[in-house]
């Protein structure tokens, strides 16, 4: 059982929104009323899951890995993240109605099914994976054919039939917000069909950093490999410490405050602003110790008549993304009061920009720990 929340069941994520083996492992999941962890794409899923008559690259092993059933079934069971987005669509129809509008990374479709019953005018399901031969099915049987027009291909690649669009609606958020890099795909999209005025939804989104006591799973997953059967594997705690974790962090575990790292408007961003480096003080709210990092971000919907978003934060219901947990090398302890500051670099990897390298620096000057330190983490 989660140490953490106890009674929930055990799932393993490997997906391209988190890795278990090569960017996050989890421990055990959390799932939310309504709400159900995904598992993601990382490992090779199930061939029950997957849609026939894959011709797998590795170019495109990210595309392809959102062709299998699981991750879709998942993500739509997120009923923060999908009602969240049916409620914007649904309780802002004067936005959507007699609009054309542009859903990159449809994947199934719900979103175009969404703005296409709030009224839109015409909607352009864009999708690369072969998940898009079963959003046109999806379309047809809903009966939005004359409405929904479903190209399967890559945004950067594809032409679409008109010059402009009004509205573009995505979701892009990976782990770490800025996991996956999608968000690119979207400014893209932004630059070359949106019109002047025109709506991104959701269009801001913001990356926040907390610091959280964890020494029953940090014991039992990072020094499990000093002592393997009688056996010294040290050098792979050195590695496995460099991979963040995507898990559900308890509320009782949180040490300090917050901080915001970085907010995002999609509607002015350019990509390289997906890069940066934010300084962080996290002010302890009672004597403990700290043992990770820990990084959750928030999306809104400010075009609305009345603002709405989620929260992936641990204080809020869960969602797929979890949060994202940085282990540090040191255990700092920490008095109520005192404040662990730094700074976080966030950057893709120059190998594969979906992937990001993540460097921070840290020192805390307390009463009861002094330390001085820099960590460097990949995601991918």
């Given at each position: 059982m989660d140490k953490r929340?106890?009674?929930?069941k055990s799932t393993a994520d490997n997906g391209p929104s988190s890795s278990s083996s090569s960017a996050a492992a989890t421990h055990e999941d959390m799932a939310a009323e309504g709400s159900n962890p995904e598992d993601p794409p990382r490992g090779a899923p199930s061939p029950s899951e997957a849609i026939v008559g894959l011709d797998k690259t590795s170019a495109d092993y990210y595309f392809d890995?959102?062709?299998?059933?699981g991750i879709h079934e998942d993500m739509l069971k997120d009923s923060v993240r999908t009602r969240t987005y049916q409620n914007a669509i649904y309780q802002n129809t004067r936005l959507i109605r007699n609009k054309v509008v542009l859903d990159v990374g449809a994947g199934t479709g719900i979103l175009s099914l969404f703005c296409a019953k709030a009224g839109a005018k015409h909607v352009y399901a864009v999708e690369c994976s072969q998940m898009a031969?079963?959003?046109?099915?999806i379309v047809q049987a809903n009966e939005y054919s004359d409405v929904i027009t479903v190209i399967k291909g890559k945004v950067e690649e594809i032409e679409l039939p008109v010059a402009h669009v009004d509205i573009i609606i995505s979701e892009w958020m990976g782990y770490f917000l800025v996991f996956e890099n999608m968000l690119n795909t979207?400014?893209?999209a932004r630059d070359k069909w949106l019109i002047t005025g025109g709506l991104v939804l959701p269009d801001k989104a913001s990356l926040y950093l907390t610091a959280i006591e964890d020494a029953d799973y940090k014991e039992q997953k990072m020094e499990f490999w000093n002592n393997v059967y009688?056996?010294?594997?040290s050098c792979i705690k050195k590695q496995s410490m460099m991979?963040?974790?995507?898990?559900?962090?308890g509320q009782h575990q949180i040490v300090t405050?917050?901080?915001?790292?970085?907010t995002m408007d999609v509607s002015k961003m350019i990509p390289g602003d997906a890069s940066f480096k934010a300084p962080f003080e996290l002010v302890a709210e009672r004597d403990d110790y700290i043992h990770a990092l820990v990084a959750y971000f928030d999306v809104s919907f400010t075009m609305c008549h009345k603002i709405t978003g989620f929260s992936t934060g641990p204080r809020s219901r869960a969602t797929h993304w979890k949060q994202t947990v940085l282990y540090l090398e040191d255990v700092l302890t920490i008095c109520e009061g005192e404040a662990l500051v730094g700074s976080i670099t966030v950057q893709p990897n120059k190998n594969n920009p979906r992937f990001v390298e993540i460097a921070l620096e840290y020192s805390l000057n307390g009463q009861r720990c002094q330390v001085s330190r820099v960590q460097?983490?990949?995601m991918g």
């Open positions: 929340e106890p009674g929930h890995s959102y062709s299998h059933f031969d079963m959003a046109k099915e979207v400014l893209y009688g056996f010294d594997m991979e963040p974790l995507v898990d559900s962090v405050d917050s901080c915001v790292l970085k460097h983490f990949k």
